[in-house]
Structure formats: C-alpha cells, structure tokens
C-alpha cells in the first residue's frame, strides 16, 4: 500500500509542471500544510513551451527555484522578441520597453531546455517538503463530507482537503464539464530542433536592438500557412552540451492532411522555413537534429469556472486557460496562477477569516483570470488581423481576421477597460504606437474599443445607479503597485533586474495576501458581473452616492470626477448598472 493511502492531505495537486510545481514548493515552504503532488508521467519529459516572458523571474524567486534555474545549463537569457509579418518591416521589443527607454534596465527572462526546466522545479517542490509521486495520474476526482477523493486507477485512492488542478489544457478532470474554446480558430504546433542555426540577434538591420549588445530575442515571423519560432534551447546532442534552436510552425491542422504541406515531412518543414524571409538566412546551414517531430493542439479554451470555494477545488495554469502561443505567455500564467492560489490556499485554512470573505477571495480569483484570458484573447485576435493586413493572399491569415473570437459582452469591455492586456503586447501589435486606433478595424481588439465608445451615454443625459445595484465589502487578490513608502513591483525597479537576490527587498511581492476593496453588485444576482474598486484610489462608495442621486448628466459627472474615478464610472456603464433618468 502506497504512504498517502492513509493519509488526509491539506492540498493534494494534479501536475507536477511549473504550476504545480511552484505552488508545492511555496506552501511547503511558507505554511504548516501538508502538500502531495500527483504527476502523470516521470520526469524529465519533453514540453512545449521554451521560451518564457519576463514575469517569471519574481514568481520563481519567490519560490526559492530562482538560482537553482540559474545555476543550471538549462537556459539562455532573453531580453524580448522580435516579430516578422511584414519582412520589409519586423518590429523588436525588448521586455518592459517603455520603462527600458525610461531607466535603461533590461528586464529579462530565459528560454529554456523545457525537459531540464521544469524537473529543477519539480525536484525543488519535493526538496522544499511536498510529497511527489509521479507516473501516478489522476483519473476524477470526488467530494463528499469535506473530504476529496482522488482516483488513481491501479494506484489506489488519495485523499484531501483541497485540491488544486494544474495537470495543463488536456485535463480532463474539471469544475465544470466541457471547457469552452476562448476563439474560434483552431491551430497545431509541430516543430524540431537543429543545429547550425545562427543567432536571431545577428540579422542585419536598423530595427535589430538585440545585434550591437548580443541580446537573445525569440524571433515570430508570419508566412502564407502561419507563423515560425526560433528559439535557442541548450541541450545535450550526442553528450554534449550545445546550443540548439527550437524551429517550430504554428498552422492549421489540415496542413498535415495537404503533402504540400505536411510539415512533419523533414524536408518539406525545413524548405519551407528556408523560403521565409529572415527566417531563411538564420538556418541557411541548420540541420536538423532528429527527423522525429513533436506537434501539440494549440486550441485556446477556457473553464466555465476558475474554482469553487464549495468543493474547496483551483484550477491553475493551462488548466483553467491555455491562450495562442504567439506571446509565449503559458509558463507566465502558471505561475502567476500559482502565486494568487497561494494566498487562497491561506485563507481557506485561516481560522479567523469569515466563511463569506473567503467566498469573496475566491471569486475574485475566478473574475480575475477570466477578465485576463478574455483580455489576452482579445489582443491575439488583433494580432492575428494585424498579421492578415499584410498577408492579403493567405487563406490561412484571412479565416483568421473574419469572426470575432467571441461575442462582446460586459465581462469583455471589463477586460478592456481594466488593462488585461500586458504593455508588451500593445506595443508590438501597434508597432509601438501603442494607439489603438491605428490598428485595423476588424480585430477583437479595435471592434471592443469602438464598441465601448458607442455604448458610452450622450453626455447630455441624465443617469443614476439601477435600483438593484449596491456597494458591498468584499477582498481581492490584488496587491498595490505601489506603497506610500515608494516601494513597487520588481517590473518597475530597474536594480532589481541586474539581482533579483539582492534587490528583492527594495520590492513588493507580487500578491502580499489578501486586499480590502470594494465591489458595485447586483442584489438580486449573486452571479452576475461586479465592478471592483480600492476606495483610496478611486474614491467609489462618493461616486456611489453621485450616481445613486440622479442628478447629474454623464457629461456634468465625468468633468467633476478624477481620472480614477471616470474609469470606475465607465466599468459601471459597460457592466449594464447605470441607467438613463426617464425624462418627466
């Protein structure tokens, strides 16, 4: 009989990826928790997904997997990406541009040996305390008296008081059944390896900010069927220690059905890769490592619910959402995820918070990770559209430009409103004018932003609050950006990325535990959307009160209020809970 058949865990996790992983460790780490992890396969074991966004660096310090990672052959440095839609016109960015063109740090992630990456992580969460058993997949899960059951199949039964799904996009085992698609373009992965690749910061060229210093970027460069990554990946060839690339295609799925186009053909992967411009001159020489391709469904859905606090159950990483990989954020969300589930897990098992305010966390985990998938779907959506403005002949790039990913509705204007779409991002797509209205009109992106200004009341009309729409206390995870005593966020302190070992005092952590906030609600619907906000800031039980009133046009109440507060009274407006004053 297995150790954990006698035992009632405090959390029990299914997924040993950097989800699991890092939420493992940090609860071994930080709490009296008792912690077991349940892995489908034996690592190290191949994974897509090598090159990681600067996020990461804080949420893996926090960990205690920072100099690990570090420390290892594992990785190469990335300072950004550039991207290739227009050959006559790539766009690079570096991590944090703007804040980069303020203060001159480079803000910086890795690409990494996936394999290696994330058995340093896994073998950290056990070193840290957790318990791991792997090649012990979980089959479904039950709830009953407090108590969830975990099937194991051939391997028996486990038992827990919460339990966290972090087992990717393929799980099966969810809060609410069938997980929707979050757009309606359908995309497959296949790539390789090879060597004799050169350096993507060695291209010539004006735009190239990686070349004079010899930074890493990722390079994306759209072609008629899709786009192409290259990637530097160390990895053992032969017992050596080399740096690979990582040379994959993002297609449609029928591509493997068309002998044009199967791309797991060698040659025809690597003829059409050498015909892409600037592409081609990077792998000129390449060869390629193994004539075994790789592929993954590069579908992005999302679950109809991100937990519930009932059945005492978190989805977690690509569990809860997966989104296209075109801004390699998966790992980013993971960990992320991780860290807000922490401070979750926390307060579950804090005797001294009430069970309503513990309901308040969790959905506010649930509307936060929704508003952030909806918000990232909508920018890929652009730039997706984007990439089709310049590739006027490919049917590939036109089905994807045609249909929006997804209906408009208030919980996509939150998104919107709210800045769920990373800096980063906006400046690539807009080619860093980070102006909206210079992207094309039929993206998710610009059709959202239109929308919004049209759903806006005149100005000359009266409003007030919907009757049944009130102010409630309520918690969020979301931490300040800033203290009074001038301490930020590692993405906003230089120092902190030329040492995040040294510096990580000068800056706050990523989610400090929860915050009070408040929330604009429907009384009579516990389900429907809410409007969150940190009354220091935005000053929105006085705007309750304005609006509550009647007496003001939309106009009259925009000119008196702050910034802060204009925005809250436009996320009431999109959420449907203002009302125009009938006329006498």
Not at 334 to 362: C, N, Y
Not at 436 to 443: A, F, R, T, V
Not at 500 to 518: Q, Y
Not at 536 to 550: C, D, N, R, T, V
Request: proline share 6%.
């Amino acid at each position: 009989m297995s150790e954990y058949q006698d035992k009632v865990y405090d959390v029990a996790i299914m997924g040993g990826g950097p989800a699991g992983a890092t939420l493992a460790a940090r609860l071994a780490r930080e709490t009296e928790l008792s912690v077991a992890i349940f892995e489908a396969e034996f690592f190290p074991r191949d994974h897509i997904g090598e090159t990681l966004v600067h996020t990461i660096v804080p949420s893996l310090y926090e960990s205690g997997a920072l100099g690990k990672v570090l420390s290892s052959d594992c990785y190469v440095k990335k300072a950004g990406g550039f991207y290739s839609w227009d050959p006559k016109q790539p766009w690079a960015s570096y991590f944090e541009h703007e804040l980069h063109e303020h203060d001159g740090y480079f803000r910086w992630s890795i690409h990494c040996n996936r394999p290696e990456f994330d058995h340093i992580l896994l073998t950290h969460a056990r070193d840290s305390g957790a318990e791991v058993y792997e090649g012990t997949p979980v089959n479904g899960v039950s709830r009953q008296d407090d108590i969830t059951t975990l099937d194991l199949g051939v391997h028996g039964t486990a038992r827990c008081k919460l339990f966290v799904n972090c087992s990717g996009r393929t799980s099966s085992t969810t809060i609410t059944g069938e997980r929707q698609f979050l757009s309606n373009y359908r995309n497959i992965a296949i790539w390789n390896h090879i060597v004799g690749g050169r350096p993507a910061q060695s291209l010539p060229g004006d735009w190239n900010i990686f070349r004079e210093r010899n930074l890493s970027p990722i390079a994306s460069l759209a072609f008629e069927h899709g786009w192409f990554w290259y990637i530097p990946v160390p990895k053992l060839v032969q017992g050596k220690r080399v740096v690979t690339h990582s040379l994959g295609v993002v297609t449609d799925p029928s591509a493997l059905s068309d002998p044009k186009k199967r791309f797991t053909d060698p040659r025809i992967f690597m003829d059409t890769a050498r015909r892409v411009p600037l592409l081609g001159e990077l792998i000129k020489d390449a060869q390629l490592v193994s004539d075994k391709f790789m592929t993954a469904p590069n579908y992005s859905r999302i679950s109809g619910r991100m937990c519930d606090w009932d059945k005492r159950e978190i989805r977690v990483g690509d569990a809860a959402y997966f989104v296209d990989p075109l801004f390699s954020s998966a790992v980013h969300f993971a960990l992320q995820h991780a860290g807000m589930a922490m401070v979750m897990i926390k307060a579950a098992f804090d005797p001294t918070m009430s069970d309503a305010m513990k309901r308040e966390l969790w959905e506010d985990y649930h509307e936060t990770l929704g508003s952030v998938a909806r918000g990232f779907s909508l920018a890929i959506d652009q730039w997706y559209c984007e990439i089709a403005r310049d590739n006027p002949g490919s049917v590939y790039w036109k089905h994807r430009s045609a249909a929006p990913t997804f209906l408009n509705r208030a919980e996509t204007f939150q998104s919107l409103i709210n800045g769920q779409i990373h800096g980063d991002l906006l400046q690539v797509i807009t080619k860093g004018t980070n102006n909206i209205n210079s992207l094309g009109k039929q993206g998710g992106l610009r059709r959202t932003h239109d929308e919004i200004r049209q759903k806006e009341p005149r100005g000359d009309a009266r409003i007030r609050l919907r009757r049944n729409v009130d102010v409630k206390p309520s918690l969020t995870l979301e931490g300040p950006v800033r203290t009074p005593d001038g301490k930020v966020i590692p993405f906003l302190h230089g120092p902190y990325w030329d040492n995040p070992e040294k510096h990580a005092s000068e800056v706050l952590p990523l989610f400090p535990g929860p915050r009070s906030c408040h929330r604009f609600h429907f009384t009579d619907d516990d389900t429907a959307i809410k409007v969150k906000f940190h009354d220091p800031e935005h000053k929105g039980l006085e705007l309750a009160e304005q609006l509550k009133s009647g007496q003001y046009t939309y106009g009259q109440l925009k000119e008196q209020l702050s910034p802060p507060q204009q925005h809250l009274l436009l996320l009431a407006v999109m959420s449907d809970m203002v009302e125009q004053v009938p006329t006498s």
